[in-house]
């Protein structure tokens, strides 16, 4: 069974930092990319982040470039979502996914991602 598990959630004051894990199981971890999405009440989900499992090439979305850093540790089958200076408007619930690695994967379309975890709340205090 494929599960992913987001936890590291909680409620921060603006320019604050959170870490998010994302725990993977039931394939095989080097062959998808992990993406890292959010959802903001009223608002369409949008990719913030994702990693190539294989080869750890990375993409994040302009809005957190600079802020937030995705790593993954192999070994563990998890990736991790380092968010710093951390806003307001960062205020979401966020996802992680997994997306096969084929050639041309659009790394911020979350309709190429094929698991979802269930979701952490992150809330950003003004």
């Known amino acids: 069974e494929v599960q992913l598990v987001e936890s590291g959630g909680g409620l921060v004051q603006t320019g604050g930092s959170l870490r998010l894990s994302c725990a993977a199981s039931?394939?095989?971890?080097?062959?998808?990319?992990i993406g890292w999405f959010r959802q903001a009440p009223g608002k369409e989900r949008e990719g913030v982040s994702c990693?190539?499992?294989?080869?750890?090439?990375?993409y994040n979305a302009d809005s957190v470039k600079g802020r937030f850093t995705i790593s993954s540790d192999n070994a563990k089958n998890t990736v991790y979502l380092q968010m710093n200076s951390l806003k307001p408007e960062d205020t979401a619930v966020y996802y992680c996914?997994?997306?096969?690695?084929?050639?041309?994967?659009?790394?911020?379309?979350?309709?190429?991602?094929?698991?979802w975890g269930q979701g952490t709340q992150v809330t950003v205090s003004s």
């Open positions: 996914a997994a997306a096969l690695l084929v050639a041309g994967l659009r790394p911020m379309d979350l309709y190429e991602y094929d698991y």
């Open positions: 990693i190539n499992s294989s080869d750890g090439s990375t």
């Open positions: 039931g394939f095989t971890f080097d062959d998808y990319a």
